[in-house]
C-alpha cells in the first residue's frame, strides 16, 4: 500500500510544475494545460485524502472538478481558435488587450 505522503509529494510537484509553467511560459495553449495540471494535482490530493479518511465526499467533488475542467477546455479552445483567426498569434503578451 502506498503512503498518504507520496500522493501528496505527487500532487504538490505537479502543483509546482503547473505554477512554474503559468508563470514562465508565454504561450497561452501551454498556460492552459499548465492550470489543467494544477486542477488535477488538487484532485490527485483530494481522492488521497477520501481513500484515507475512507470517505468518498472527496472522490465526488474530485469528479466534479473533472466535469467543470472539461467544459472549461472546451470553452477555452473555442476562444484560442477565434483568437487564432483574429491576431494569428498566441503569445501572451500580444493577447493582454482584447480589442476589437
Known amino acids: 500500500m502506498v503512503p498518504l505522503s507520496m500522493y501528496l509529494a505527487l500532487g504538490a510537484a505537479l502543483f509546482i510544475i503547473g505554477v512554474a ?28 485524502f477520501s ?9 465526488i467533488v474530485a469528479i ?20 487564432m483567426r483574429n491576431k494569428s498569434t498566441l503569445d501572451v503578451d ?3 488587450i482584447m480589442k476589437g
Open 64 to 83: 466534479f472538478v473533472i466535469v467543470i475542467t472539461a467544459s472549461e477546455v472546451a470553452i477555452a479552445l473555442g476562444i484560442l481558435v477565434a483568437l
Open 94 to 96: 500580444e493577447v493582454t
Open 21 to 48: 509553467g503559468v508563470l514562465l511560459r508565454r504561450n497561452v495553449l501551454i498556460v492552459l494545460m499548465s492550470l489543467e495540471l494544477m486542477l488535477n494535482s488538487v484532485n490527485i490530493n483530494l481522492v488521497a
Open 51 to 59: 481513500s484515507y479518511m475512507g470517505d468518498f465526499r472527496g472522490q
